[in-house]
Nanobody, 124 residues
């Protein structure tokens, strides 16, 4: 049974930084981060390939957020220059892939496993 666990959320002021972490048990995965604000759809934020060589971001976080991984199972989302509109529950998602895979995924249905989410609140 694959488990995906996020951590690192919290309350910060606008302009500050947070780093989210995600650990996926089991094998090797392509990973993604999503977020859901109250009353809104869950939206794609960033993705990283199983190989770690490719990354993808939604336009509104480009230049502020950085997705990275230090091995096959640990993935991070460094969030700098946070804005009030970044407030949301952030979810980590995983899809089993070979370690050499450079494929990226944006669609929610493309991910097989999801974490429970971690709250990020940015105050003005």
């Amino acid at each position: 049974q694959v488990q995906v666990v996020e951590s690192g959320g919290g309350l910060v002021q606008a302009g500050e930084s947070l780093r989210l972490s995600c650990v996926a048990s089991g094998s090797i995965f392509s990973m993604g981060w999503y977020r859901q604000a109250p009353g809104k759809e869950r939206e794609f934020v960033a993705a990283i390939s199983a190989s770690g060589g490719n990354t993808d971001y939604v336009d509104r976080v480009k230049g502020r957020f950085t997705i990275s991984r230090d091995n096959a199972k640990n993935v991070y989302l460094q969030m700098d220059s946070l804005k009030v509109e970044d407030t949301a529950v952030y979810y980590c998602a995983a899809r089993l892939r070979p370690a050499f895979s450079s494929t990226l995924y944006r669609l929610r249905d493309e991910y097989n496993y999801w974490g429970q989410g971690t709250q990020v609140t940015v105050s003005s």
